[in-house]
């Protein structure tokens, strides 16, 4: 079976209580030495086109599987997304990468 | 050629000179010059204070070969990269450069050193590739730079003319070989333990390093310290997202400036070096050059100097053991650790029985947590040094700890050369 593909959005201690606050701290998981994140899950199209969004982003399909080196402000976007949709899916990433667009015309 | 015995031994057990000399300006005005790269230059360092020890100069053909099939000088002492300088048939024809004279070798248009040109051969760049890194594929960064070196090679003993003076923050980490040695004398060092790196350290490097001050230590005593761990910062071209300079030496000396080493026992130094990931030919040749700074153990973990798949993770550590009884330091074999969540500390798969709740420290994972510019735990990185890496992307790196197409293009050198000397 294929990895899923996936953004790592990192929580600071701000970016986790906002997510406790909203009642969402179960979306953060323990990933490295008590750092914690947020999987965002994103499709096979969605990777092309956030790609084509974002030219220095990079896809590591060999090791983990996640779209790298997105711009600071384009992930606090995605989370401000993913907390006011509640949710860390691919209808997040189509909200996303709809309002990308929309600020690159 | 000026050659001054610094007093010390170094690989296959013969006495480390410098090869430094003053002159006065315009002295070799009537010589002609070939300019180098900065990996020449680099390299012409190297061989001019002793990193290279005993070498002298740049290789012969004779030497060369050896280098390349038996891992050997013609003296019989162990060498695993060769060491040339190569320059075009079309500079050599404008130049007038011939066997027998002696060359002023500039680096920005400046003179730098002296080369007594021996012998000028042309030599089988594929062959050597195969012979070095065990592989002519051309994705191999080291076989790329090996085909790279064009026209005829030059060999003869080199002497600096013109010492390099290091900017800011460099300056404080640059030591020659005698130099090493002086600070460890004045440290009381009698064992000294090399880390070799590219990397800001975070919390799984700072355990190598300490698990390896123990093992180096030996049977000294432990009330009246007498070993130290050298962090041997390797500094030569650069990739981009590789870690700017700055932040690697700077972020490194953090780790003693905020006590999560006693300075007592820890320093950090420059090592200029362009990086040829040859794997275990290349761990080797890290062995000898940290033999000539002084060190008597140096650390090997997983893949060390490798790149890609070309080599199997502990390659390196194998023939280190094969060649052991030509080397004059001690390897330290280390495994790949881990941040273990049952254990709440860095570990690894020999020493506990948690492989199910290893968190690796990848090195994608902590690139992408600095790009976030969120701060890590103190259980992945001590946070001063990530403050002093987020100082140095902003002083140094554009607002990046990773190395841009800006970086490359506007970062000042991390040496110049004084005008006036032995020159126009």
Same mark, same amino acid.
């Given at each position: 079976?294929?990895?899923?593909?996936?953004i790592?959005?990192?929580?600071?201690?701000?970016?986790?209580k906002?997510?406790?606050?909203?009642? %969402?701290g179960?979306? /953060?998981? =323990? !990933? #490295?030495?008590?750092?914690?994140m947020?999987?965002?899950?994103?499709? &096979? +199209?969605?990777?092309?086109?956030i790609?084509?969004?974002?030219?220095m982003?990079?896809?590591?399909?060999?090791t983990t599987?996640?779209?790298?080196? %997105?711009?600071?402000? /384009?992930? =606090? !976007? #995605?989370?401000?997304?993913?907390v006011?949709?509640?949710?860390?899916? &691919? +209808?997040?990433?189509d909200?996303?990468?709809?309002?990308?667009?929309?600020r690159?015309? | 050629?000026?050659?001054?015995?610094?007093?010390?031994?170094?690989?296959?057990?013969?006495?480390?000179?410098?090869?430094?000399?003053?002159?006065?300006k315009?002295?070799?005005?009537?010589?002609?010059?070939?300019?180098?790269?900065?990996?020449?230059?680099?390299?012409?360092i190297?061989?001019?204070?002793?990193?290279?020890s005993?070498?002298e100069?740049?290789?012969?053909?004779?030497?060369?070969?050896?280098?390349c099939?038996?891992?050997?000088?013609?003296?019989?002492?162990?060498?695993?990269?060769?060491?040339?300088?190569?320059?075009?048939?079309e500079?050599?024809?404008?130049?007038?450069?011939?066997?027998?004279?002696?060359?002023?070798?500039?680096?920005?248009k400046r003179?730098?050193a002296?080369?007594?040109?021996?012998?000028?051969f042309?030599?089988?760049?594929?062959?050597?590739?195969r012979?070095?890194?065990g592989?002519g594929?051309?994705?191999?960064?080291?076989?790329?730079?090996?085909?790279?070196?064009?026209?005829?090679?030059?060999?003869?003993?080199?002497e600096?003319?013109?010492e390099?003076?290091f900017?800011?923050?460099?300056?404080?980490f640059?030591?020659?070989?005698?130099?090493h040695?002086?600070?460890?004398?004045?440290?009381?060092?009698?064992?000294?333990?090399?880390?070799q790196?590219?990397?800001?350290?975070?919390?799984?490097?700072?355990?190598?390093?300490?698990?390896?001050?123990?093992?180096?230590?030996?049977?000294?005593?432990?009330?009246?310290?007498?070993?130290?761990?050298l962090?041997s910062?390797v500094?030569?071209?650069?990739?981009?997202?590789?870690?700017i300079d700055?932040?690697?030496?700077l972020?490194?000396?953090?780790?003693?400036?905020?006590?999560?080493?006693?300075?007592?026992?820890?320093?950090?130094?420059?090592?200029?070096?362009d990086?040829?990931?040859?794997?275990?030919?290349?761990?080797?040749h890290?062995a000898?050059?940290?033999?000539?700074?002084?060190?008597?153990?140096h650390?090997?973990?997983r893949?060390?100097?490798?790149?890609?798949?070309?080599y199997?993770?502990?390659?390196?550590?194998?023939?280190l053991?094969?060649?052991?009884?030509?080397?004059?330091?001690?390897?330290?074999?280390?495994?790949?650790?881990?941040?273990?969540?049952?254990?709440?500390e860095?570990?690894?798969?020999?020493?506990?029985?948690?492989?199910?709740?290893?968190?690796?420290?990848s090195?994608?994972?902590?690139?992408?947590?600095?790009?976030?510019?969120?701060?890590?735990?103190?259980?992945?990185?001590?946070?001063?040094?990530?403050?002093?890496?987020?100082?140095?992307?902003?002083?140094?790196?554009?607002g990046?700890?990773?190395?841009?197409?800006?970086?490359?293009?506007?970062?000042?050198?991390?040496?110049?050369?004084?005008?006036?000397?032995?020159g126009?």
């Amino acid at each position: 079976m294929s990895q899923k593909i996936a953004i790592n959005i990192w929580l600071n201690d701000e970016r986790f209580k906002q997510l406790e606050k909203n009642g %969402l701290g179960n979306m /953060a998981e =323990d !990933r #490295l030495a008590g750092m914690k994140m947020i999987r965002v899950f994103v499709s &096979e +199209e969605q990777k092309d086109k956030i790609m084509l969004l974002f030219p220095m982003a990079k896809y590591d399909s060999s090791t983990t599987g996640t779209i790298e080196l %997105l711009p600071r402000d /384009a992930k =606090d !976007r #995605l989370f401000d997304l993913c907390v006011k949709m509640r949710k860390t899916d &691919e +209808e997040v990433v189509d909200c996303f990468i709809e309002e990308e667009e929309r600020r690159k015309k | 050629m000026s050659s001054k015995d610094i007093g010390f031994v170094g690989h296959g057990g013969r006495s480390i000179h410098e090869r430094v000399a003053e002159y006065s300006k315009g002295e070799f005005s009537s010589l002609p010059s070939l300019e180098l790269n900065s990996q020449q230059a680099n390299e012409c360092i190297g061989l001019g204070y002793g990193f290279f020890s005993p070498l002298e100069g740049f290789l012969n053909r004779n030497d060369t070969e050896l280098v390349c099939n038996e891992m050997s000088l013609s003296d019989g002492t162990l060498w695993s990269i060769p060491i040339n300088l190569n320059a075009s048939y079309e500079t050599l024809k404008t130049k007038g450069i011939r066997e027998g004279e002696d060359i002023v070798l500039t680096y920005e248009k400046r003179p730098l050193a002296l080369l007594s040109l021996e012998e000028m051969f042309d030599f089988d760049l594929e062959w050597m590739a195969r012979k070095v890194y065990g592989t002519g594929d051309q994705k191999h960064p080291g076989v790329r730079r090996t085909l790279m070196q064009k026209g005829k090679f030059l060999s003869g003993k080199v002497e600096l003319i013109n010492e390099p003076r290091f900017r800011p923050p460099y300056d404080r980490f640059w030591l020659t070989p005698r130099q090493h040695f002086e600070l460890y004398k004045m440290k009381g060092w009698q064992h000294i333990v090399a880390h070799q790196t590219r990397n800001v350290p975070h919390t799984g490097h700072e355990w190598l390093m300490k698990y390896c001050w123990f093992a180096a230590n030996e049977d000294l005593p432990v009330d009246e310290p007498r070993t130290g761990v050298l962090v041997s910062a390797v500094i030569g071209e650069k990739r981009t997202g590789d870690y700017i300079d700055e932040a690697i030496v700077l972020g490194q000396a953090e780790l003693g400036n905020a006590g999560y080493f006693n300075p007592n026992v820890f320093a950090v130094s420059l090592l200029l070096w362009d990086m040829r990931y040859a794997g275990p030919k290349e761990a080797v040749h890290h062995a000898i050059v940290r033999t000539n700074i002084g060190c008597t153990h140096h650390m090997f973990g997983r893949d060390h100097a490798g790149v890609g798949n070309f080599y199997k993770p502990y390659d390196a550590h194998y023939l280190l053991k094969e060649v052991k009884d030509r080397l004059r330091i001690r390897p330290i074999f280390m495994k790949e650790n881990y941040y273990c969540t049952v254990c709440g500390e860095v570990t690894n798969g020999e020493l506990d029985n948690h492989a199910d709740k290893a968190q690796s420290f990848s090195g994608t994972l902590i690139r992408s947590i600095l790009i976030d510019g969120v701060k890590p735990t103190r259980g992945l990185m001590r946070p001063e040094v990530f403050d002093r890496v987020m100082e140095a992307s902003e002083k140094y790196g554009m607002g990046s700890p990773f190395v841009t197409e800006e970086y490359l293009r506007s970062r000042p050198p991390i040496f110049t050369l004084d005008e006036g000397k032995g020159g126009d």
